[in-house]
């Protein structure tokens, strides 16, 4: 027997969120897989080799340390490069380029899985969506990101609450095709008397994406300390190469955080607006017409 198709737009308590968010996973993981590659490929290359080279920079000083001491003992130590550098930042900016590009990528799937009845979509129909929204996701991040920055920086507690009620926003953006202002307006209105069970959720995916990826870190982190110490022992070249690796790897876990936010996107509006039971109906009504037009006329 074939298994069901994921239901975008249902109601979701905590564990069927995790539930739906694996299952949907398990069965788009070749289309997502290969739209994810295909389209955010250059963005988290870019992003790699941005990573590369600042912690090939910071940590290459560790290496003229142990030269300069293991050969001539009493030399002066290099200068520490300043770890606020231009390498840090744009560290940054290519890191909101490459999430921007992984929540506009798995927007635009959803976005065509959920107007198609969930008929998965190749790379160039989730590419057409992207390439409408991703200039859009990205910039409006920005202010969000600062707003995250400076509730942060006011207090702890505030962040939770701006990430919280904010973290659905790429979605309200692509999903209602909404502007700046009525995506912000829209993530206050649809998070009311759900706060507590979306931040859990979002706490729980998070963990799950960051467990993930120091497994992998691990992994890579044993292997490459134990082929510089048997080779060159150039701790910052290593450093580099390890931290651009585990960057292109652990960003396909990150789909994982952005699909459980989706889905509890979708749970939100489905109880603020019942969209998903309006359609239902719209449907139903339609197959009973189709049915009564199929019968035939009898006198």
Request: glycine residues 6%; charged residues 15%.
């Amino acid at each position: 027997m074939a298994e069901s198709k994921v239901e975008l737009r249902k109601l979701r308590d905590f564990g069927e969120n995790f539930n739906d968010t694996f299952t949907f996973i398990r069965q788009n993981l070749k289309p997502l897989l290969r739209a994810f590659f295909a389209i955010c490929g250059i963005f988290l290359l870019i992003h790699a080799i941005a990573n590369g080279v600042y912690q090939s920079k910071n940590f290459g000083v560790l290496d003229q340390v142990w030269k300069i001491g293991s050969t001539v003992p009493g030399s002066r130590t290099p200068e520490i490069p300043g770890i606020f550098s231009i390498e840090y930042f744009l560290v940054l900016s290519f890191g909101v380029l490459a999430f921007s590009s992984i929540v506009t990528t798995v927007g635009a799937y959803l976005k065509f899985y959920d107007a198609h009845d969930g008929l998965k979509p190749t790379v160039e129909q989730v590419w057409q969506i992207f390439r409408k929204y991703f200039l859009r996701v990205f910039l409006y991040s920005i202010p969000i990101i600062l707003l995250d920055i400076l509730s942060m920086v006011i207090c702890c507690l505030p962040v939770f609450y701006v990430a919280t009620v904010l973290a659905p926003f790429p979605f309200a953006v692509m999903m209602e095709d909404l502007d700046f202002t009525s995506a912000f307006n829209r993530c206050f209105q649809i998070i009311k008397n759900n706060f507590w069970i979306s931040l859990a959720t979002y706490i729980v995916a998070a963990m799950i994406y960051y467990f993930s990826t120091l497994i992998i870190g691990a992994v890579i982190g044993l292997l490459a300390g134990l082929g510089t110490y048997f080779t060159t022992r150039d701790f910052g070249t290593t450093m580099g190469i390890v931290t651009s690796i585990l960057n292109i790897f652990s960003s396909m876990f990150s789909m994982v955080l952005v699909i459980s936010i989706a889905l509890n996107y979708f749970n939100l509006t489905e109880q603020f607006d019942g969209t998903g039971i309006m359609r239902k109906i719209d449907n139903l009504g339609s197959t009973e017409n189709n049915n009564f037009d199929n019968i035939d006329e009898q006198y």
